[in-house]
Each structure stands twice: as structure tokens, then as C-alpha cells.
């Protein structure tokens, strides 16, 4: 198992930009597939992005497409999400999540074993 913890929420202006980092403690991290997700209160938690193992292919949302990129780095046991030209429907808690041996193109929750705790992204209109 991993434990994940992310950080770089923050409450920005639309147009702005954010970068979140999510952190992974424990064994063999480049063997798990990456992915964030967020939930906006009243609203079911949907999938942002993922990431493969080995970072050779990434996989969005067709609402944040243009405008996120996800990305890792194996040696630092971190994935990352650079957030640009946020808008304020973007406004929500953000989770990574890890699913071991997974494809990286995994867009349902269930999928994944480990969460974080979620890092809260406001974007001000």
C-alpha cells in the first residue's frame, strides 16, 4: 500500500493557475498508475486525470483537456497536476489516488485502492 497526501490547494482568481503535488509514502510507488479526481459539494466525485506507471501516457477529462496536465516523477514518489486557465466550475476538493499494475487510463473511482485526503481548489469569479 501507499499512503497519499497531496497539497497545493489554494483560492485563486478564474484564469489563474494552480500546481498540485500528491506525495507517496511506502514500497514500489512506479508500480502504480496515478489519477486525480475531485468532488464539488453536492456532487458525485468524478476523474480528472491519470497517469500511467512509467508517465508514457496520460489520460483526461474532456472538461479540463487544454488546460490540466498531469505528470509524475518516480525518483520523488510524487505525481503532480498543473492546473492553467481555471474557471470557477473547476471549484472543488481534489484527490490523487493509486491503482497498482493499473493502465493509467482508469476513470472510475472504485478502481484505485489508495486515496489521499484532498487538498480544497477555489476559483473565484
Known amino acids: 500500500q501507499v499512503r497519499l497526501v497531496e497539497s497545493g490547494g489554494a483560492l485563486v482568481q478564474a484564469g489563474g493557475s494552480l500546481r498540485l503535488s500528491c506525495a507517496a509514502s511506502?514500497?514500489?510507488?512506479?508500480?502504480?498508475?496515478m489519477g486525480w479526481f475531485r468532488q464539488a459539494p453536492g456532487k458525485e466525485r468524478e476523474f480528472v486525470a491519470a497517469?500511467?506507471?512509467?508517465?508514457?501516457?496520460?489520460y483526461y477529462a474532456e472538461s479540463v483537456k487544454g488546460r490540466f496536465t498531469i505528470s509524475r516523477d518516480n525518483a520523488k514518489n510524487t505525481i503532480y497536476l498543473q492546473m492553467n486557465s481555471l474557471k470557477p466550475e473547476d471549484t472543488a476538493v481534489y484527490y490523487c489516488?493509486?491503482?497498482?499494475?493499473?493502465?493509467?487510463?482508469?476513470?472510475?473511482?472504485?478502481?484505485?485502492?489508495?486515496w489521499g485526503q484532498g487538498t480544497q481548489v477555489t476559483v473565484s469569479s
Open positions: 497517469i500511467s506507471r512509467g508517465a508514457g501516457s496520460t
Open positions: 511506502g514500497r514500489s510507488f512506479s508500480t502504480y498508475a
Open positions: 489516488a493509486a491503482n497498482r499494475y493499473g493502465s493509467g487510463r482508469a476513470v472510475v473511482p472504485d478502481v484505485y485502492e489508495n
